[in-house]
């Protein structure tokens, strides 16, 4: 293999790709990239897969032999990185074993692997693919990523159950003790009928992020049974899907509400944060409580170990008695910083059952971003 390519777009895309390889595995080729070198296109195609996910792109190059090779991806990707702007060339003699890297004066031998035992990644089925918007799934994900259980022990809660029907794709997810569940318009091409699948938090989380980094209006989606592919320009994701069944979270939501409670949005979120730093992030966690009167709601904290703080921001609460009501502090912020209204509004019952964070508007339908949240008994006030 030999290929001449400018040095800071290959760069770029190997720095993508690398994002993909294992970091664990006692696997030598999956601590690799695979660069495939093709005349006829022009270009170098750079690929890499943890077995969970994969990644692939292409990089334009003057090829001058073609060849497949896997190349460590920390040194590969160091060297490169390091280079002044410019060209590099690579060259892969197979007698050797070794890709050499040059770069106007410099030279740098790298220790290769054949690519006869590399992984098959997934090809795109043109036929079978979608279209979503790319700012839906950046804005999507987003909203709904911070509900993701990080317990690998329980596989389905590590994932996004992303639902498709027809124009719309809802996206839940839960730690068991939040829910977030967000519906958008897929702004493109519809999909036809409906389907759903327990995706990786962590893959869609990239898909995110190269949407958002692409410049791209569109990603092509295709389902199958066990995996899911997101082509984004020049850029094929592909993670497997999670199996199992997903928390029924629909008889989690209470059909009915005793109180409905409006809070300033900017408002809310800085008071939490100030009174937040008396909670520490200790563990057990140091709960906040919000404490709601007529037209007020009283935002406190009490630490043993620190100190204890108060501030009351202005409400839409009605009555004479004081509710009461404390949660995790981090979750409590984690869903208010989610809501995009200038108001956010809770829907509360008793102090020790669930209550949902949603936006406050003026559309009497149903909201598009719901946060329900389990609240805490606060030792400090037993």
Known sequence: MRAVCNTEMFGRKLALVSRGVSARSTIQL??????????????LRLSATDMEISIQTTSPAEVGEEGRVVVPARIFNDVVRSLPGGEISLVHDRSE???????RENEYGIRAYAAEDFPNLPSFDEGSAFKMSADVIVET?????KSYSR?????????????FEESRVRMVTTDSYRLSIKETELATNGFDGERQAIIPARAMQEVSRISSASGEEGVEVVLSENQA????????????????NFPEYRRLLPSVFEREISVDREELIGTLRRVNLFAQRQTPP?????????????????NGEVGEAREKLPSNAEG???FRISFNPTYLIDGVTAVDSEKVRFKLNESLKPGLIVPDTEDEGEPDFLYLIMPMRDPSRS
């Open 30 to 43: 999956l601590g690799g990239i695979l660069l495939e070198a093709s005349a006829d296109a022009g270009e």
């Open 97 to 103: 074993g070794v890709v050499r890297l040059s770069s």
């Open 141 to 145: 994900v987003e909203k709904v990523s």
């Open 151 to 163: 317990d690998e022990t329980r596989p389905v809660l590590t994932g996004i159950l992303v639902s």
């Open 229 to 244: 592919l997101f082509k984004i320009g020049d850029v094929l994701f592909g993670t497997r899907l999670i199996e199992g």
């Open 286 to 302: 140091v709960p906040v409580s919000l404490a709601f009167t007529e037209g007020a709601v009283e935002v406190s904290v009490r």
């Open 320 to 322: 004479e008695e004081e």
